[in-house]
C-alpha cells in the first residue's frame, strides 16, 4: 500500500512506499532494535517515513534535519573544515552523520543522507546525487551514493527516501 498525498503548491504526487516502512518497523521489533535518522537533502522525509509507520514509536526514537554547516558541526559533530571544503556533502560527512545520531538518541541504527536535490551550476553541480551511511551502535555498516534522474526537489527527495530505505532494508536482512 503507498499513501499518496497530493501536494497542491506545488502540483505534484508525493508518494511514500508504505509497505517498504512498515517491513523495516517490523523487522527492527522483532529484533528490539531502533532507529534514527540525520538528514539534510531528504528535508526531513525521511522522519516522515518512520513516523507513519506502524507501531513508529516502538522503533523510530526521532531525527535532525541539519541543512547547513554550522547545525551540522554543532548538533552532529562533523569536521567544520572538511563540510566547508565539500558543501556539507561527502560520503565522510554521511559517515558521521549515521554515526552521531546513534548517540545522540541512543538508537541501534542511525540513518543519514545528504547530498543535492537541485542542480547548483554555480557550484559546479550538474548532476543530482545524495551520500547515504547506516550505522549500527555508532559503528558505519554501509554508505555510497545514490544518482537521482528524478528531476528536481520534491521527486529528487522522494527518489533518495526510497532508496536509502532501500538500502536499509538489505541491510537489515544482512545483519539479521
Known amino acids: 500500500m503507498k499513501i499518496i498525498t497530493k501536494l ?17 518497523g517490523e523487522e527492527l ?21 518512520f513516523s507513519i509507520a506502524e507501531n513508529a514509536s516502538q522503533f523510530f526514537q526521532g531525527g535532525i534535519t541539519a541543512y547547513n554547516v554550522g547545525q551540522k558541526y554543532r548538533h552532529l559533530l562533523i569536521d ?11 560520503v565522510k560527512i554521511a559517515q558521521n552523520m549515521s554515526k552521531q545520531v546513534c548517540c545522540m538518541f541512543t538508537s541501534t541504527f542511525g540513518l543519514a543522507s ?7 551550476p554555480e557550484k559546479n ?32 527527495q522522494l527518489f533518495y527516501v526510497d532508496q536509502v530505505l532501500n538500502k536499509l532494508k538489505l541491510i537489515l536482512k544482512k545483519t539479521s
Open 114 to 120: 545528504t547530498g543535492y536535490a537541485s542542480l547548483v
Open 8 to 24: 497542491t503548491a506545488v502540483n505534484k504526487t508525493m508518494v511514500l512506499n508504505k509497505n517498504l516502512i512498515d517491513s523495516i
Open 80 to 90: 567544520p573544515l572538511h563540510a566547508l571544503a565539500c558543501d556539507s556533502v561527502s
Open 125 to 156: 553541480i550538474h548532476e543530482l546525487f545524495t551520500y547515504y551511511a547506516i550505522a549500527k551502535e555508532s559503528r558505519v555498516i554501509d554508505s555510497g551514493i545514490i544518482y537521482s534522474r528524478e528531476g528536481e526537489g520534491l521527486e529528487t
Open 29 to 49: 521489533l522483532k529484533r528490539n532494535e531502533s532507529i534514527a535518522v540525520a538528514e539534510s537533502v531528504t528535508g526531513g522525509l525521511l522522519q516522515v517515513a
